[in-house]
């Protein structure tokens, strides 16, 4: 009998309390060419054998002591819960009772005794095969799964940094830089975890925050752009800009766009309900939205723009602190308190390089004196200038 190349080093066991049907069939398997046999007379090595060897194929006797065939059946189908565990039975019992319990507990076909040898290797060689085209099938499906895995990943990746540079896009129209973004949204991850959100909300909260300006895109420049004070019918038409957010955001029902588009809308509102676009006050705010507004206040009064200086880390605070209760949700204006170790890390991290912040050219070469991002358009802030209305 001529076997396939790919079967003389299937792992074969063969368990019989009886040594010399151990003998018998290791003499068979090795004449055939069979190089990876083991046999042994102790059923209760079986399992920690299979665990240790995944063997191809087990040809196991079913009356034994300490362990009958049904009790090793029994452990190794524990051990293989997501796949099946080749079993030839070896048996002088032929009675129908007893081979169906076999099948039942696992068994996949019978080898009577006394052995054939004509029998032995085919039916071994056929759950071989058998064996051989599962593990191909298997792994063709994990290779193919890991390439699928792969493919989400990029197109994964991929919508992060399309949501990223679109985020920064709206940043460069107001004179924001992108290290903004990415130091507001990584302090919103630390804000989220610190106010008790789970890890996969924090990563989203991570992804999500950068997008809650995008809305400034649909700004006449006129407006953006403007040098001074505006006037309330243009502060108007500025503050419909997390309405065109939630716009460009809605539509996808993923968990990030969901989050991305609540963000957008409600980063503006404040926890009195003095906010924009609906006045929404306390929890009515949505938690992503309330973590933002703390975080993107804290990195606009502590950065350097070309229409204002920094603010200390400590004059932030105070303002921060200040406003607790009013703009900010209280509770997570004092979480914002207890992690700046981290957020100062961040924010070192991620620091502006020298000389980043330049003045773009606007009007006729008026200093621009516009409030801090636009959040209180009649709130005078240290170190910043304006020009009358």
């Known amino acids: ?29 090795q004449q055939e060419g069979y190089t990876n046999v083991l ?12 665990a240790l060897h995944r063997f191809d194929i087990v040809l196991l006797d079913l009356n034994m ?3 009958d065939g049904f009790q090793v059946m029994q452990q190794l189908q524990a051990l293989e819960q997501e796949n099946y565990v080749p079993i030839l039975m070896l048996t002088a019992q032929s009675d129908p009772a007893t081979r169906l319990r076999a099948l039942q507990s696992g068994a996949r076909d019978f080898i009577g005794k006394p052995f054939d040898r004509l029998e032995v290797l085919t039916r071994i060689r056929n759950m071989l095969e058998v064996r051989l085209m599962h593990n191909q099938i298997r792994d063709q499906n994990s ?35 992108g290290l903004h973004i990415i130091r507001m949204s990584q302090y919103a991850a630390r804000l989220g975890q610190a106010a008790g959100l789970s890890d996969a909300e924090c990563e989203m909260l991570l992804n999500a925050s950068p997008m809650h300006d995008i809305g400034k895109i649909g700004i006449p420049d006129r407006i953006l752009l403007k040098p001074g004070k505006l006037e309330p019918d243009e ?57 933002v507004a703390v975080c993107d206040v804290f990195d606009a009064l502590t950065s350097e723009r070309p229409y204002k200086q920094a603010w200390s880390v400590e004059e932030s605070l105070a303002y921060i602190a200040l406003h607790s209760g009013r703009h900010f949700d209280p509770a997570l204006a004092q979480c914002f308190q207890e992690i700046m170790p981290d957020v100062l890390a961040i924010r070192e991290r991620y620091a ?7 003045s773009k050219q606007v009007g006729c070469g008026e200093e621009r004196t516009a409030s801090f991002a636009r959040i209180g358009q009649n709130e005078y802030k240290p170190g910043e200038t304006r020009r009358s209305g």
């Not at 076997?3 to 010399?20: E, F, K, N, S, Y």
């Not at 993923?254 to 006045?279: C, V």
């Not at 502006?352 to 330049?358: G, K, L, Q, S, T």
């Open 1 to 29: 009998m001529v076997i396939p190349l790919q079967l003389p080093t299937a792992r074969i066991l063969i368990v019989d309390d009886q040594p010399p049907n151990v003998l018998l069939l290791e003499k068979m398997l």
């Open 39 to 50: 046999g042994v007379t102790d059923p209760t090595l079986v399992a920690d054998l299979y």
């Open 65 to 67: 002591p300490q362990l």
């Open 143 to 177: 290779i193919l799964e890991e390439k699928v895995a792969e493919r989400t990943r990029e197109l994964s990746d991929t919508r992060l940094e399309v949501i990223r540079r679109l985020g920064r896009a709206a940043e460069y129209r107001d004179n924001e830089t």
């Open 235 to 291: 502060w108007e038409i500025m503050k419909t800009h997390a309405a065109i957010g939630a716009e460009i955001l809605s539509g996808h029902h993923s968990g990030l766009m969901e989050m991305a588009r609540a963000i957008a809308l409600g980063h503006h509102e404040k926890w009195d309900g003095s906010g924009y676009p609906n006045g929404l006050a306390g929890d009515a705010i949505p938690l992503a939205g309330r973590i």
């Open 352 to 358: 502006e390089p020298a000389n980043a912040v330049v």
